[in-house]
Every structure is written in C-alpha cells, then in structure tokens.
C-alpha cells in the first residue's frame, strides 16, 4: 500500500504547480455565520497563487446590493453582534480603502454584490506582500475575523468605511 500516497502527493504537486513534493498548497477557509438577528451566512476560501493570495468567497442570506466585506483584527466572533472581532485588520498602519486603492488596509477586499436572491460571490486577488496564510507574522491572516456588513462600503470613510452593522462573522482558519 506504500504507492498510494506517492501518487496522492504526485498529484497535488501537478495540480499546484509544485517543483517539488514537500510543499502542498497552502490554503485556509473561514465559515461565515449570521450574527444574532440575521441570515447571512456562506464560506470564504484563501489560497496562494504566486504572489497573490487568492480570496473566494459565496455569501448567502444577504439584501440584494453591495455589502462591505472585511478582515478584522480578532478571530473572536462570540459577541451577538460580532463587534468582539474588534476594527480592520491593520497591521501596516495604513488608511481604509478599495482594495484598487493606493492605500488601504490588506484585508479591505471591498463590497459583496448580493444578487435579488440575496446571494453574492466574489474573487479577489490580494498581493501576498499585504496578507500571508503564514501560522505567524503581523501579516498573517491565519485566525482573524473576517465581516460581511449590512451597508455598502463607502471606501472612503475612516477607519471603516462607513458599512453598518455585522451580519456575519468568521474566522480564518488553515485547512
Ligand atoms: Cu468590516
Ligand atoms: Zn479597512
């Protein structure tokens, strides 16, 4: 039974594009729940491509329109309304924006657009310079909290952007 994980691993290295066998991707996921009163919840998954961490997230139980969508400071969502998760994900000091912004926070990754089913899917690519899925480092992102709000976020307004209340909360784990 030895040949069976060679070839498992054989295949994750293909499908990764891995050089060598040690090092299977790194990926990461949070699984949204609603906060007290709400509905929305959905998964989120992190992975790395390069340079880039890629965020793919499928949101559900939303008001159809734009939803501010964000990494917080604290992996804690056990306050009724998520605000134990603490502000934006900051560990460059820098001002909240759009994600195509000059300037704003790694984890800003801007609005989820809920279709009239309430349903809203995004992909996003965040340069790794600005988050990592590292265990450890001031910018991983390995067990912070991640927010879907019930406003649009204006990517303007500091240092949140203005996007109401919390109506749900993960924390993002590796897999
Ligand atoms: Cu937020
Ligand atoms: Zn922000």
Redesign the pocket.
């Known amino acids: 039974m030895k040949i069976i994980p060679i070839t498992l691993l054989s295949a994750v290295a293909v499908l990764a594009g891995c050089t060598g066998f040690s090092t299977p991707p790194t990926t990461a996921e949070a699984i949204m729940k609603p906060t007290q009163g709400n509905t929305t919840s959905g998964v989120v998954s992190f992975s790395q491509d390069g340079d880039k961490i890629v965020v793919d997230a499928r949101i559900q139980g939303l008001s159809p329109g734009l939803h501010?969508f964000?990494i917080?400071e604290k992996g804690d969502c056990s306050a009724p309304d998520a605000m134990s998760a603490g502000g934006?994900f900051n560990p460059a000091g820098t001002k909240h924006g759009a994600p195509s912004n000059a300037e704003h926070h790694g984890g800003d990754f801007g609005n989820l657009t809920a279709d009239a089913a309430g349903t809203a899917t995004l992909s996003i690519a965040i340069p790794a310079s600005q988050i990592t899925l590292s265990k450890s480092g001031a910018n991983s992102i390995i067990g912070k909290g991640l927010?879907v709000?019930a406003d649009p976020d204006d990517y303007a307004t500091q240092p949140?952007g203005n996007?109401g209340k919390r109506l749900a909360c993960g924390v993002i784990n590796l897999n």
Do not use: A, K, L, R
Request: hydrophobic share 10%; glycine share 12%; aromatic share 0%.
């Open positions: 501010g964000h917080h934006h927010i709000h949140t996007s």
